[in-house]
């Protein structure tokens, strides 16, 4: 069974940081491009980042480019968000999510309908 979990969510001050991290397993998760998202109540969907299969290109959402940063240790089929500067409107559900597309690709995408399995997602609260 195809699964991922996430982790590390919780109440911050703002200004602070959090580190996400999304554990994979049942499935090969390292040849693929991996996503973070998020959903705050009452909104939509949203896209956070996306890193290639292998490390080496990831792309950002306006919103976060410059506090945020993902990562992945391919050898334990993570990926990581590190988040900085944390503000209010952060205020989320944070899922992650595997491209489906294509393996091995350093081609990124910020659309959610490329992404096949998402894990349930973990809480980050920012408070003001």
């Known amino acids: 069974q195809v699964t991922l979990v996430e982790s590390g969510g919780g109440l ?8 996400l991290s999304c554990a994979a ?12 998202f998020r959903q705050a109540p009452g909104k939509e969907r949203e896209f956070v980042a996306a890193i290639s299969w292998s490390g080496d290109t990831a792309i ?7 506090r945020f940063t993902i990562s992945r240790e391919k050898i334990k089929d993570t990926v990581y968000l590190q988040m900085n ?4 409107e952060d205020t989320a559900n944070y899922h992650c999510a595997r ?6 690709t350093s ?8 992404y096949d399995y ?11």
């Open 25 to 36: 397993s049942g499935g090969t998760f390292r040849n693929y491009a991996m996503g973070w």
């Open 107 to 114: 081609v990124l995408t910020p659309a959610s309908g490329a």
């Open 60 to 66: 950002y959402a306006d919103s976060v480019r410059g």
């Open 85 to 88: 500067s944390l503000k209010p």
């Open 99 to 104: 491209d489906a597309r294509k393996q091995f």
């Open 12 to 19: 911050v001050q703002a200004g602070g940081s959090l580190r």
């Open 118 to 128: 998402w894990g349930q997602g973990t809480q980050v609260t920012v408070s003001s």
